[in-house]
């Protein structure tokens, strides 16, 4: 579970607001086509404890750093790269299980995630004065999901516990209102569209793996 902050905004508007959604859209569609590919690439890999370090967490933090501080849009959108390739690296002998032990559950599971995306990302746009309040409560709860899923690893017992991940399902699904409505307030350009990139592709795939994981407690 990664989150990335991305919302300094930089520079002056350089498109218009639709242009600037259209250009997020067209990115979020690559970073999301570019980890299904990687994803069923490694289907059977089978990487060591450092190799999934160094994939899963170090080069996504390059990436969001390289996003976050760069004012180039080449150089951020190189920096989206370096998260969604390894994470569909890291993603594909989960989703692989999963598909082997119930078969169809990941592709209902994306259509679910594409549903609640869509809608939440038109809420935050709909309903601007409720997420412009809301900013605080889910820092908050965002640092206690983490707590708890650092606690699921030591206690065993917690790992299999539903309401968990409806809950990180149910607060990643606010981060994308959330984080659309932020997205409305910062200059439209191709940086920031990217850098906006970023930080969704991180709440969907969140969102994606908290619904995914629920689906097959059940």
């Not at 980890?35 to 933090?61: D, H, K, Y």
């Not at 082997?100 to 209902?108: D, E, F, I, K, N």
């Not at 746009?125 to 999901?145: D, E, R, T, V, W």
């Not at 650092?150 to 399902?169: G, T």
Request: a negative charge; glycine letters at 8%; aromatic letters at 12%.
């Amino acid at each position: 579970m990664i989150n990335s902050n991305v919302w300094e905004g930089y520079g002056n508007d350089s498109m218009s607001r639709r242009v600037f959604y259209f250009a997020l859209g067209c990115i979020l569609t690559w970073g999301f086509f570019a980890t299904n590919l990687v994803s069923q690439a490694t289907a059977t890999w089978q990487p060591n404890l450092i190799t999934f370090l160094l994939v899963g967490l170090v080069l996504p933090i390059i990436g969001i750093c390289l996003s976050v501080f760069s004012r180039s849009a080449t150089i951020s959108f190189i920096g989206f790269n370096l998260v969604v390739i390894p994470f569909g690296a890291i993603l594909g002998p989960l989703l692989a299980h999963y598909e082997l032990v119930q078969p169809g559950l990941v592709a209902r599971t994306a259509l679910l995630t594409a549903m609640v995306t869509g809608l939440m990302g038109l809420s935050g746009l709909m309903f601007p004065q409720f997420y412009s309040k809301i900013g605080g409560a889910l820092f908050m709860a965002l640092l206690c999901l983490l707590g708890v899923r650092i606690l699921q690893v030591f206690v065993p017992n917690l790992q299999n516990v539903s309401f968990i991940d409806y809950m990180s399902a149910g607060l990643f699904a606010l981060y994308i209102g959330y984080d659309m409505w932020r997205a409305s307030e910062i200059p439209a350009n191709l940086d920031n569209a990217v850098d906006v990139a970023v930080g969704l592709y991180l709440d969907i795939i969140n969102l994606f793996l908290s619904l995914l994981k629920s689906s097959s407690d059940d």
